[in-house]
């Protein structure tokens, strides 16, 4: 079963505007939630990534926001381009002593028009 | 400095056949993963191996799937035999995870079509 609910499936903005997506868990010992970038032919690679002591984190035009008791976190694309059109995973993950893996959500195609 | 590699890049064969999915990490990284992506099921982790040992392979879908890492520089995932529903496209990671991190760096992935 999916361990992290991710939306909206598709996401279509403007040149300039703010998309937002949005994930789910409720494992609450994820303690890591990264978010993975994808273009066509390509592998995931990571953008941006949060842990549980901190509400939010900026990274040039990315946001990750970040709510515990709501077991919630969201990335936000200020001022979206064109180049950002990609899918979007976010993902969680809970440490071990033998390791961990990603859990991630289904993924969020985003394009952004001119 | 070479990411990972995997290989075949595109693999069409038919029903009852073995497929072969090969992965080499990048050196130095002590974890590795294998995940499959479907347009329904978005990415679905099949096994990873930490230090060369299999940790977890709940995702692995039934026996017609095994995987190998006979070292720290190869890795293997095998189909037999495959189905039309195993089509999809298989992507191998690796990390260097020490405590709390560990970024995970795929490679192209492998699309396999089962006819």
């Known amino acids: 079963q999916q361990q992290v609910k991710q939306s909206p499936q598709s996401l279509i903005v403007q040149k300039g505007g703010i998309p937002i997506i949005n994930c789910a868990y409720e494992n609450t010992a994820f303690d890591y939630f990264p978010w993975y970038q994808q273009f066509p032919g390509k592998g995931p690679a990571l953008l941006i990534a949060?842990?549980?002591?901190?509400s939010e984190k900026k990274e040039g035009r990315f946001t990750i926001s970040f709510n515990k008791s709501a077991k919630q976190f969201s990335l936000h694309i200020m001022d979206s381009q064109p180049g950002d059109s990609a899918t979007y995973f976010c993902a969680a993950s809970e440490y071990s002593n033998s390791g961990y893996a990603l859990n991630f959500g289904k993924g969020t195609s985003l394009l952004v028009t001119p | 400095d070479a990411g990972v590699i995997q290989s075949p890049r595109h693999e069409v064969t038919e029903m009852g056949q073995e497929v072969t999915l090969r992965c080499k990490p990048i050196s130095g990284h002590n974890s590795l993963f294998w995940y499959r992506q479907t347009m329904m099921r978005g990415l679905e982790l099949l096994i990873y191996f930490n230090n060369n040992v299999p940790i977890d392979d709940s995702g692995m879908p039934e026996d017609r799937f095994s995987a190998k890492m006979p070292n720290a520089s190869f890795s293997t995932l095998k189909i037999q035999p495959s189905e039309p529903r195993d089509s999809a496209v298989y992507f191998c990671a690796s990390s260097f995870q020490r405590g709390l991190t560990g970024e995970l760096f795929f490679g192209e992935g492998s699309r396999l079509t089962v006819l």
């Open positions: 949060i842990r549980p002591d901190v």
